[in-house]
Nanobody, 114 residues
Framework: QVQLVESGGGLVQAGGSLRLSCKAS????????MGWYRQAPGKQREFVAR???????NYADSVKGRFTISRDNAKNTVYLQMNSLKPEDTAVYYC????????WGQGTQVTVSS
């Protein structure tokens, strides 16, 4: 089993920045990659960013150039640095761990005011 705990969400004005953190615990050696997804009210959950154990990254087109995913292996933590935030980035952000099955955190709310 893997446990994922997110933190760092909040309320920010458009153009501002936030950094989300996701700390993994449990059977972390089973994880192949970690990522972030988000779900806005009335919409389906969508992919945001992903980083593999080797450090390869990929991003949704909507966040490229604004968001950066990174990891600190010593702390078993993945980060999502979000810059130039827009109101359309408002959503609950979920941490995801890819293993033989997917693991999810509880989510953290990000609200961007115009």
């Amino acid at each position: 089993q893997v446990q994922l705990v997110e933190s760092g969400g909040g309320l920010v004005q458009a153009g501002g920045s936030l950094r989300l953190s996701c700390k993994a615990s449990g059977n972390i050696f089973s994880i192949n990659a970690m990522g972030w997804y988000r779900q806005a009210p009335g919409k389906q959950r969508e992919f945001v960013a992903r980083i593999t154990t080797g450090g390869s990254t990929n991003y949704a087109d909507s966040v490229k150039g604004r968001f950066t995913i990174s990891r600190d292996n010593a702390k078993n933590t993945v980060y999502l640095q979000m810059n130039s935030l827009k109101p359309e980035d408002t959503a609950v952000y979920y941490c995801n761990g890819e293993a033989r099955r997917d693991y999810w955190g509880q989510g953290t709310q990000v609200t961007v005011s115009s």
